[in-house]
Nanobody, 115 residues
Framework: QVQLVESGGGVVQPGGSLRLSCVASGMIFSIYTMGWYRQGPGKQRELVATIAPAGSMIYADSVKGGFTISRDNAKNTVYLHMNSLKPEDTAVYYC?????????WGQGTQVTVSS
């Protein structure tokens, strides 16, 4: 059974940084496209970034230049490095694993950007 466990969320001031981690189990991690999505208050869930098995990355326009997604296949872990955080980045951040018809979600981790 696939399990995704996120960590690293918290409260940070505007302009600050955080690193989110997502550890996967019960799957062949290296063949999955891994991604981060977020859902802000009163908003729909939206794509933040994805990273394919070969390493190609896609970013939402709103986070380009500030966020970086990376993966460590040896540790079954995907990361999201977030710099220059803004109040509008406040959201629950979800890890996603996708391969063929398999699509799995973590439980989410809260990120709050506030002074």
């Amino acid at each position: 059974q696939v399990q995704l466990v996120e960590s690293g969320g918290g409260v940070v001031q505007p302009g600050g940084s955080l690193r989110l981690s997502c550890v996967a189990s019960g799957m062949i991690f290296s063949i999955y496209t891994m991604g981060w999505y977020r859902q802000g208050p009163g908003k729909q869930r939206e794509l933040v970034a994805t990273i394919a098995p070969a390493g190609s990355m896609i970013y939402a326009d709103s986070v380009k230049g500030g966020f970086t997604i990376s993966r460590d296949n040896a540790k079954n872990t995907v990361y999201l490095h977030m710099n220059s955080l803004k109040p509008e980045d406040t959201a629950v951040y979800y890890c996603n694993a996708h391969w063929a018809r398999n699509n799995c979600w973590g439980q989410g981790t809260q990120v709050t950007v506030s002074s």
